[in-house]
């Protein structure tokens, strides 16, 4: 029997949460038939910490990149940082990059930085990882979706709404753009909401599965630190909804992500 794959589209195992127990982190993984895991960045010491552990474990592959929260302390150094470690051959997408505006930050300041993270992406032709998190004031879907249909060469834009938490308006909209959503443990939640109607409308090719380790755990762990083992519970709530098997989820969204790997060679 061919043996199907199952891969975590977002974690930061290289965060100083694993310190202490990361091999042990990293083998759960392997037992729980997760064959590896994109490694994402928010830093830039962060994106040099993600390279240096993909480089370490078969299966595991990182990005460069600075949350939009930690974009007010980048250097002009950072960028160069950024750009030589996104030649690594490790290196298979731009991220986590966007926009956030649950604590603080100024729109003009974030599409600021997403432009050049985008300059970034075309340059070394990679998908870019996308953290998009609204505050009751800015939907930064409506915001990110208005800057992607006007960027340059939208076709080469491809890339992960990360942790999606929009309508099913803006899931097609993105989709429509060609982009993949990510969908995390918060799909376990009892008050996931929305997000149940957008996995049930969107079709399984457009879904990657995830778990933001450490953060997000999915019933039964919420409230725990995350881990990649546990991204099979996210597996299993979207095989739910959708009314397939686990097996088929596993399948579709291991070939979804190859599919996008793949799509920064064309």
């Not at 070394?124 to 998009?132: A, E, G, L, M, T």
């Not at 909804?241 to 097996?247: A, G, P, Q, S, Y």
Request: charged share 25%; with cysteine; aromatic share 8%.
């Amino acid at each position: 029997m061919v043996k199907i794959p199952m891969f975590d589209s977002h974690a930061h195992v290289a965060s100083g949460q694993f310190d202490l127990d990361r091999p042990a982190v990293i083998e759960r993984a392997r037992v729980a038939g997760v064959d590896g895991w994109l490694e994402v960045a928010s830093t830039a010491a962060g994106s040099r910490r993600a390279v240096e552990l993909a480089e370490q474990l078969e299966g595991t592959l990182a990005t460069v990149g600075v949350h939009p929260e930690e974009i007010n302390a980048m250097q002009e150094e950072d960028w160069q940082l950024l750009d030589e470690l996104a030649g690594s051959e490790k290196v298979v997408a731009i991220g986590e990059v966007g926009l956030d505006f649950h604590r603080e930050g100024t729109y003009e300041k974030q599409i600021e930085y997403v432009k050049k993270f985008v300059d970034l992406a075309i340059k070394h032709n990679k998908p870019i990882i996308w953290h998009i998190r609204s505050s009751q004031q800015l939907d930064a879907n409506e915001l990110l979706l208005d800057y992607l249909r006007h960027c340059p060469l939208p076709g080469r834009l491809r890339g992960i709404a990360h942790t999606f938490s929009g309508t099913v308006e803006q899931a097609q909209r993105y989709v429509e753009l060609g982009m993949y959503l990510g969908i995390s443990g918060v799909v376990t939640f009892k008050n996931a909401g929305v997000l149940l109607d957008v996995v049930k409308a969107i079709d399984l090719e457009y879904l990657l599965i995830e778990t933001d380790s450490p953060y997000l755990a999915p019933d039964p762990y919420r409230g725990q630190r995350n881990e990649p083992a546990y991204v099979r519970f996210v597996a299993q709530k979207v095989a739910q909804l959708k009314e397939v098997t686990i097996k088929e989820v596993e399948k579709v969204t291991y070939c979804n992500w190859q599919k996008l790997i793949v799509s920064q060679k064309v």
